[in-house]
């Protein structure tokens, strides 16, 4: 069964300086990747995905991720964050054969001060 | 725009009530999911279906069930509704290899 890292539970960050949020994954067989976030009262709105191909993957509002294999890792990256990034932000992991369940992060909360 | 709707925003149930919430989604996709989110846990499945009738335990189905009489509809039965149960409950689907298509929730509070 996968399981999900995300190493920081929150990260304070300010406005126009960069943010990188960590995840790692644990799995014994093929993998997608996601990150997924959550505004305050929302249900979740999908980020970025890796499925396979190039390994660093480019998302909505500037977002970014790096898929590497070896250190089992997922890490989302954004050179310059607004307000309105404030939000908490879930690394998810599917198994290639698993009907598409995810296996969730405990999530990261991001708080971008100006 | 593809849409999973969640019936209820908020409910406020008793302790030992039997509690349905239910889930619509419009863009006929065959796995459906209920999720909660609870905070510092991240969110744990509870539980899947693949097609209309066919469901699969997630990882917490413990107090819950689930019901997918037609494809557009998966619905969360607590049969017996219990204080632990208070949580955000979250209800997804997808198709192929995209991501989820989220609801916006069903805060459940039961007292």
């Known amino acids: 069964a996968q399981s999900v890292t995300q190493l920081d539970s929150q990260v304070p960050v300010f406005e126009e300086a960069p943010v990188e949020l960590r995840c790692n994954y644990s799995s014994s067989v093929s993998v997608y990747l996601f990150w997924y976030v959550q505004y305050p009262n929302q249900g979740l709105q999908l980020l970025l995905k890796y499925l396979s191909g190039s390994t660093l993957v480019k998302g909505i509002n500037g977002f970014e991720a790096e898929f590497n294999k070896s250190q089992t890792s997922f890490h989302l990256r954004k050179p310059s964050v607004h307000i309105s990034d404030t939000a908490e932000y879930f690394c998810a992991v599917s198994e290639t054969d698993s009907w598409g369940k995810l296996q969730f992060g405990a999530g990261t909360q991001v708080v971008v001060t100006p | 725009d593809v849409k999973v709707t969640q019936s209820s925003r908020y409910l406020v149930k008793r302790t030992g009530e039997k509690v349905f919430l239910e889930c619509v989604q419009d863009?006929?996709?065959?796995?459906m999911f209920w999720y909660r989110q609870d905070p510092g846990l991240g969110l744990r499945l509870i539980y899947f279906s693949y097609d209309v009738k066919m469901k699969e335990k997630g990882d917490i189905p413990e107090g819950y069930s689930v019901s997918r009489e037609k494809k557009e509809r998966f619905s969360l039965i607590l049969e017996s509704a219990s204080t632990n149960q208070t949580s955000m409950y979250l209800c997804a689907s997808r198709s192929g290899l995209n991501g989820y298509t989220f609801g916006s929730g069903t805060r459940l509070t039961v007292v």
């Open positions: 863009m006929d996709h065959e796995n």
